[in-house]
Structure formats: C-alpha cells, structure tokens
C-alpha cells in the first residue's frame, strides 16, 4: 500500500507561482502513474497532470497548458507540480494520487491511493 503526503498550498496573489509536492511512501516501486487533482467547491474532482514514472512522461489538462508543469524526483519517491500564472479559478484542494496504467489517463477513477489533499488559494 502507499501513502501520498501532499505540501505546497498556501495563498498567493493572481499572477505568482507555487510549486506542490506530493511524498509517496510504503509500496512505491509499483506505482506506474502518479498525478495531481483538484476539487474546487461544489464541483467534480479534475485532473490537471500526470506522469509516468517510468520515463517522466507527462500529461496536462487542454486548459491549462502552458502553465503547469510536473516533475518527479525518483530517489526520493516524490513528484511535483509547479503552477505558472495563477488565477482566481484556480482555487481549489489539490490532490496527489497513484496507480493507474501508461498513457497515465487525467481520469481520477484510474487512480486508487489518494493523498488528504493541500489547498491552493489565489485572490484576485
């Protein structure tokens, strides 16, 4: 089993940066697919990124391209998520999750180990 431990949310202005990062222990070495999510209020759960751990291959929501960027840091069992240019609508918990199969779908039913989440929030 693996457990997923998400950091990085926090509250920043419309325009800046923040960079998430999501800790995988326990059973890591079966892990194909890692991912980052997010949930804003009253709406589904979406995903914005994955990665096949294998090669680093990446994933991205059509609308957020050009602003997100996921990497992983194989040794140490961790992947992150650099988002560029915030915006209001980004607003939302963000979520780490594993499992899956290559081409790593930005489905969230593809993916059984979810992290407890890190909430972003941007003010306008």
């Known amino acids: 089993q693996v457990q997923l431990m998400e950091s990085g949310g926090g509250s920043v202005q419309a325009g800046g940066s923040l960079r998430l990062s999501c800790a995988a222990s326990g059973v890591t070495y079966r892990l194909d697919c890692m991912g980052w999510f997010r949930q804003a209020p009253g709406k589904e759960r979406e995903g914005v990124a994955t990665i096949w751990t294998g090669r680093g291959n990446a994933r991205y929501v059509d609308s957020l391209l050009g602003r997100l960027t996921i990497s992983q840091d194989i040794p140490k069992n961790t992947i992150y998520l650099q988002i560029d240019h915030l915006k209001f609508e980004d607003s939302a918990m963000y979520f780490c999750?594993?499992?899956?199969?290559?081409?790593?779908?930005?489905?969230?039913?593809?993916?059984?180990?979810w992290g407890q989440g890190t909430q972003v929030n941007v003010s306008s």
């Open positions: 999750a594993a499992g899956g199969s290559n081409p790593c779908p930005l489905n969230p039913d593809s993916y059984n180990s």
